[in-house]
């Protein structure tokens, strides 16, 4: 049976991209020990005018993580589309996905981490 999904708003009080990172550290250990098949992070995409630090700093976090094998993969927002690949096959972890309000909408302020 497939995971569900986990939401985190890790960007909702603009933390320090440090604090950021400790944000996805935790809801990807407690949504594996709750059975989810993914966690959407919203992060924001730098609309303040600093440059999305905290996109950039959880992107360059979750590709150490998933070579390192701790993740199965990322799908950026902007690539949460039926025809990616990345997509389709999370599909199969985690069907929830399919029914995501941000499938189609290429939004660059989040990014899904498939467990």
Known sequence: MPGYLREADIKYDMPASDIAIKRVTYNIRVARQLGAGAVKF????????RGGKIRTEVRRYLT????FGRIRDFITGE???????????AFALCDELRRDRDLERHNNGVTIAVL
Request: zero cysteines; proline letters at 0%.
């Open 79 to 89: 690539d949460f589309s039926i025809f990616d690949e990345s997509t389709r096959a």
């Open 64 to 67: 150490d993580q998933k070579r």
């Open 42 to 49: 919203i992060h924001g995409y730098g609309s303040t005018g």
